[in-house]
C-alpha cells in the first residue's frame, strides 16, 4: 500500500502537474499546512471553492480519442496521479502488477524482461526470442522483443490495459490483450514538474520533465527524464564481501518535438533511450520445505549464498516519427519507427554453491549440479511502419483502414561458466533471426440508430521468420552443432465485431465477439539440447459482454463478462529431466471470468476506486504430458501417463501464472487550504 502525504500549489492544480517532496520533509510540509487552515471560517470558505468530480476518461484503444464508456469492450486506465504514486519507490515496469483487474506482471529476469498475463494469458518462457500473447505498445509502437517491453514508466499521460484480444486494431501476438502507454505530449503551454524520492537501501528515483512552446504557436517540445538507483543489500555469504548483491542504477530519457505549421499538418518526432547496470534476477536455492508449499524457516530475502557471479547490462534507443495531415472528412496518420537494444545478463541459476558431487554443499540442501549461465544479445533492430486512413467523426458511419509492416533482426547467445573450475567459459550457443510481418486492416461503425452502434473490422496478417542456431561449445561434452535453421510462417484473418447500446443516458451495455492469434514461435537453445523448438500458431475466440456507467460526473462502472477458447496455444515446458526447454502446443484451453472496475466521489475531498476480476483457466488436451523432473522432495501430483515413463499429463490444469482472483482500492482524501491548494492523502 502507498501512503503519502504531499501538498498541491493551486497553480499547479490547474495543470495537473505534482510538486512531490522527499519523505523527511513532506509531514513537516503537512503540519505547516494544516497549521495554516485552523480558522473555521477560512476553512469553510475554503472548503466551498472547491468542486471536485469525476474526470471523463479518455483512452485511444480503437486508435481514436473515445470517452471509454463508449468504447465496447473490457478497458481499464492508471491516470498520470495515481501512476505518480504509485512509481514512487523506484520499481521497474512490474509495478503494474494487479494494479487493474485481470493484470499481472512477472519476470525471471529481473528489471529487464517483463512477463504479461492478462485473463490468465501469457508466457512463461525465459528465452529473449519468446514471444508474448499479451502486446505492449507504446506511443503507438509494438515492442515485441521482451528486452524492449522493459523499458521504463515515467512522464506517463495514462496506461491503458486493453483486456482481451486485440487483434483487428494492433495485429500480431494480442490474443490475451494490450498494455499501452501514452507518454504526455508538447503542447504549447509551458510546464514541467520535479520529483525525487529516498528510501530504505539507498533507494533514490528522480522523475522530471519540461515542455512548451519554442516557435510562436508552430513548434514545441517536451524533455523527460527518470533516474532510479538502488545500493547493494544482498549479502552473499559465500564470500567475505558483505552485501554485494541487489544493486541497480538506470536512467532514461525521452525527448520529443511537436510541429504544427497549420491546422491540417503536424509532426511529433520522438527520441528516447534507457541504460540500465545492475545486478541480475538473484536465485535461492532449496526454500521450500521438501514435500510441501512452504517456505523453508530460514529463509531471509537478503540472505542468500552463491558462488558465481551476478551482473546485467542493458543499452536501449529508438526513434518514432508520427505524421498527421487533415484533409477535412479524413485524417491520414503514418507512424514509423526504429527500436534498438543491447544486452548482457549473467547470473548463477543454481542458487547456491558447492555440487552434490562436490562439497561443502550449500544451506538448506545441496544443489545437484552447478549452474551458471549468461545471456547476451549483442544487437537488436526492430523496425515498424503503419499508415492508415480514418474517417473525421462523420454523422452515421465512420471507418478506418490502414497498412502494418514489421521487421526484427536479432542476435541471441547464450553461455555457460563452469563455477566450480573458477567461472570459466564452457559454453557457448548463438540464434540469429530475422522476423517480417505485414498486414491490412480496416474496421467500420455503424450508428443505426441515436442508441444503437454496431462495429466490425477484419485483419488479414502475413508473417514469416527465419531462424539459424550453432553451438560452439558443449557444457555436457555434446560437441559443435549447427547449422540448424527453421522458417515457420502463417497467415491469419482476424477479426471483431460489437454492439453498443445506450440503455439509459447514464448506461451503455455491450457485447463484443473476436478472433486473433499468435504466430509461430521458435526456441532454439541449443546450449544444452541438439535441436531446435518450435510451436505452431495458437488461435483464439472470445466472447464479452458487459456494461459501462457514469452517474452524474461522482460514479463510474465499468463491468465485463467473458468466456474464451484457445487452439493450439503454445505453452513452455521449462526444465524436467534436462536443463532445457521444450515448446509446446495444448489442443484447448478455456478461459471464463469477469472484470468490475468502479470509481466513486462520495465527497469533493474523497475519492474511492475498486476493482476485482476472476480468471478460471484449464488445460484440456488429455495427450498432452510433460517430464517434471526429480528433485528430492518433490510431490508430484498430475497422473502418470501410461506407458511412457517419466511423463505426467497436465490436462485440467490450471495455466501457469494465471492467479484465478485480483483485487485493488484506493483511496484518496483532500483538504483545502484557502489560497494555496490542498494537502492530500
Keep these: 500500500?502507498?501512503?503519502?502525504?504531499?501538498?498541491?500549489?493551486?497553480?499547479?492544480?490547474?495543470?495537473?502537474?505534482?510538486?512531490?517532496?522527499?519523505?523527511?520533509?513532506?509531514?513537516?510540509?503537512?503540519?505547516?499546512?494544516?497549521?495554516?487552515?485552523?480558522?473555521?471560517?477560512?476553512?469553510?470558505?475554503?472548503?466551498?471553492?472547491?468542486?471536485?468530480?469525476?474526470?471523463?476518461?479518455?483512452?485511444?484503444?480503437?486508435?481514436?480519442?473515445?470517452?471509454?464508456?463508449?468504447?465496447?469492450?473490457?478497458?481499464?486506465?492508471?491516470?498520470?496521479?495515481?501512476?505518480?504514486?504509485?512509481?514512487?519507490?523506484?520499481?521497474?515496469?512490474?509495478?503494474?502488477?494487479?494494479?487493474?483487474?485481470?493484470?499481472?506482471?512477472?519476470?525471471?529476469?529481473?528489471?529487464?524482461?517483463?512477463?504479461?498475463?492478462?485473463?490468465?494469458?501469457?508466457?512463461?518462457?525465459?528465452?529473449?526470442?519468446?514471444?508474448?500473447?499479451?502486446?505492449?505498445?507504446?506511443?503507438?509502437?509494438?515492442?515485441?522483443?521482451?528486452?524492449?517491453?522493459?523499458?521504463?514508466?515515467?512522464?506517463?499521460?495514462?496506461?491503458?490495459?486493453?483486456?482481451?484480444?486485440?487483434?483487428?486494431?494492433?495485429?500480431?501476438?494480442?490474443?490475451?490483450?494490450?498494455?499501452?502507454?501514452?507518454?504526455?505530449?508538447?503542447?504549447?503551454?509551458?510546464?514541467?514538474?520535479?520529483?525525487?524520492?529516498?528510501?530504505?537501501?539507498?533507494?533514490?528515483?528522480?522523475?522530471?520533465?519540461?515542455?512548451?512552446?519554442?516557435?510562436?504557436?508552430?513548434?514545441?517540445?517536451?524533455?523527460?527524464?527518470?533516474?532510479?538507483?538502488?545500493?547493494?543489500?544482498?549479502?552473499?555469504?559465500?564470500?567475505?564481501?558483505?552485501?554485494?548483491?541487489?544493486?541497480?542504477?538506470?536512467?532514461?530519457?525521452?525527448?520529443?518535438?511537436?510541429?504544427?505549421?497549420?491546422?491540417?499538418?503536424?509532426?511529433?518526432?520522438?527520441?528516447?533511450?534507457?541504460?540500465?547496470?545492475?545486478?541480475?534476477?538473484?536465485?535461492?536455492?532449496?526454500?521450500?520445505?521438501?514435500?510441501?508449499?512452504?517456505?523453508?524457516?530460514?529463509?531471509?530475502?537478503?540472505?542468500?549464498?552463491?558462488?558465481?557471479?551476478?551482473?546485467?547490462?542493458?543499452?536501449?534507443?529508438?526513434?518514432?516519427?508520427?505524421?498527421?495531415?487533415?484533409?477535412?472528412?479524413?485524417?491520414?496518420t503514418s507512424v514509423s519507427a526504429y527500436e534498438n537494444a543491447e544486452l548482457f545478463s549473467r547470473g548463477d541459476i543454481d542458487g547456491g554453491f558447492g555440487a552434490a558431487f562436490a562439497p561443502p554443499t550449500g544451506p538448506r540442501g545441496n544443489i545437484p549440479f552447478p549452474s551458471e549461465t549468461a545471456d547476451a544479445v549483442p544487437n537488436l533492430d526492430q523496425f515498424t511502419e503503419e499508415i492508415r486512413l480514418a474517417s473525421n467523426d462523420w454523422e452515421q458511419v465512420n471507418f478506418q483502414a490502414g497498412f502494418f509492416y514489421f521487421f526484427e533482426d536479432l542476435d541471441i547467445e547464450s553461455l555457460s561458466f563452469g563455477t566450480l573450475g573458477g567461472g570459466v567459459q564452457d559454453g557457448f550457443a548463438s540464434q540469429r533471426q530475422e522476423a517480417r510481418a505485414w498486414a491490412l486492416f480496416g474496421t467500420v461503425d455503424v450508428d443505426v440508430t441515436e442508441e444503437f452502434k454496431l462495429s466490425g473490422g477484419v485483419r488479414y496478417s502475413d508473417d514469416q521468420k527465419e531462424l539459424t542456431a550453432n553451438r560452439t561449445q558443449s557444457p555436457i561434452g555434446g560437441g559443435a552443432i549447427g547449422p540448424l535453421t527453421a522458417d515457420p510462417s502463417s497467415d491469419f484473418v482476424s477479426w471483431d465485431a460489437t454492439a453498443l447500446y445506450q440503455a439509459t443516458e447514464d448506461v451503455n451495455v455491450y457485447g463484443r465477439v473476436a478472433r486473433s492469434f499468435r504466430a509461430p514461435s521458435i526456441q532454439g537453445r541449443v546450449l544444452f539440447g541438439d535441436a531446435l523448438s518450435i510451436a505452431d500458431t495458437e488461435k483464439i475466440i472470445s466472447y464479452e459482454g458487459g456494461f459501462k456507467t457514469q452517474f452524474q460526473r461522482r460514479a463510474r462502472a465499468n463491468v465485463s463478462v467473458f468466456y474464451y477458447q484457445m487452439d493450439d496455444q503454445q505453452l513452455t515446458a521449462v526444465g524436467g529431466t534436462q536443463n532445457f526447454n521444450t515448446l509446446l502446443n495444448a489442443d484447448k484451453t478455456t478461459g471464463v471470468g469477469f472484470e468490475a472496475d468502479i470509481e466513486v466521489r462520495p465527497h469533493d475531498q474523497v475519492w474511492v476506486t475498486a476493482g476485482a476480476s476472476y480468471n478460471k483457466t484449464e488445460i484440456d488436451d488429455p495427450s498432452l504430458g510433460v517430464a517434471p523432473g526429480a528433485a528430492p522432495g518433490l510431490t508430484v501430483l498430475d497422473p502418470a501417463v501410461p506407458g511412457n515413463p517419466g511423463v505426467v499429463s497436465i490436462n485440467g490444469n490450471l495455466l501457469p501464472n494465471a492467479p484465478e482472483w485480483v483485487f485493488n482500492g484506493t483511496l484518496r482524501a483532500s483538504a483545502p487550504v484557502r489560497d494555496a491548494g490542498e494537502v492530500f492523502l
Design 1 to 332: 500500500m502507498n501512503t503519502r502525504w504531499l501538498v498541491r500549489s493551486r497553480s499547479l492544480v490547474r495543470s495537473r502537474r505534482l510538486v512531490r517532496f522527499p519523505r523527511l520533509v513532506r509531514f513537516g510540509i503537512l503540519g505547516l499546512a494544516l497549521a495554516a487552515t485552523a480558522v473555521p471560517d477560512a476553512w469553510a470558505q475554503a472548503t466551498r471553492s472547491v468542486q471536485a468530480e469525476l474526470e471523463e476518461v479518455i483512452v485511444t484503444a480503437q486508435k481514436r480519442e473515445q470517452n471509454v464508456k463508449d468504447v465496447p469492450s473490457s478497458v481499464a486506465t492508471l491516470s498520470d496521479e495515481k501512476l505518480d504514486v504509485i512509481n514512487s519507490g523506484a520499481q521497474d515496469i512490474r509495478l503494474l502488477s494487479a494494479r487493474v483487474p485481470s493484470l499481472y506482471v512477472e519476470s525471471s529476469f529481473g528489471r529487464t524482461f517483463p512477463r504479461f498475463y492478462i485473463r490468465g494469458l501469457g508466457n512463461t518462457d525465459f528465452d529473449l526470442n519468446a514471444s508474448q500473447p499479451v502486446s505492449l505498445v507504446y506511443d503507438e509502437v509494438v515492442l515485441e522483443n521482451p528486452i524492449l517491453k522493459g523499458f521504463p514508466i515515467f512522464d506517463l499521460d495514462r496506461v491503458e490495459v486493453l483486456r482481451g484480444p486485440q487483434g483487428t486494431l494492433f495485429g500480431r501476438n494480442t490474443p490475451a490483450g494490450i498494455v499501452k502507454f501514452e507518454s504526455r505530449k508538447p503542447t504549447f503551454e509551458t510546464d514541467g514538474f520535479a520529483r525525487v524520492s529516498y528510501g530504505r537501501f539507498d533507494t533514490v528515483q528522480f522523475e522530471g520533465a519540461v515542455g512548451g512552446p519554442l516557435y510562436e504557436d508552430k513548434v514545441a517540445g517536451r524533455v523527460s527524464v527518470l533516474y532510479q538507483a538502488q545500493d547493494d543489500w544482498v549479502n552473499n555469504s559465500f564470500t567475505s564481501k558483505s552485501r554485494p548483491l541487489g544493486n541497480y542504477d538506470e536512467f532514461a530519457g525521452r525527448a520529443q518535438l511537436l510541429i504544427k505549421p497549420n491546422d491540417e499538418f503536424s509532426a511529433l518526432l520522438n527520441v528516447h533511450m534507457r541504460e540500465l547496470d545492475g545486478t541480475a534476477r538473484l536465485f535461492h536455492a532449496n526454500i521450500v520445505e521438501s514435500g510441501s508449499d512452504e517456505l523453508h524457516p530460514d529463509f531471509e530475502r537478503d540472505e542468500m549464498a552463491i558462488d558465481g557471479q551476478n551482473t546485467q547490462q542493458v543499452l536501449a534507443r529508438g526513434a518514432v516519427a508520427k505524421l498527421e495531415y487533415d484533409f477535412g472528412p479524413t485524417t491520414l
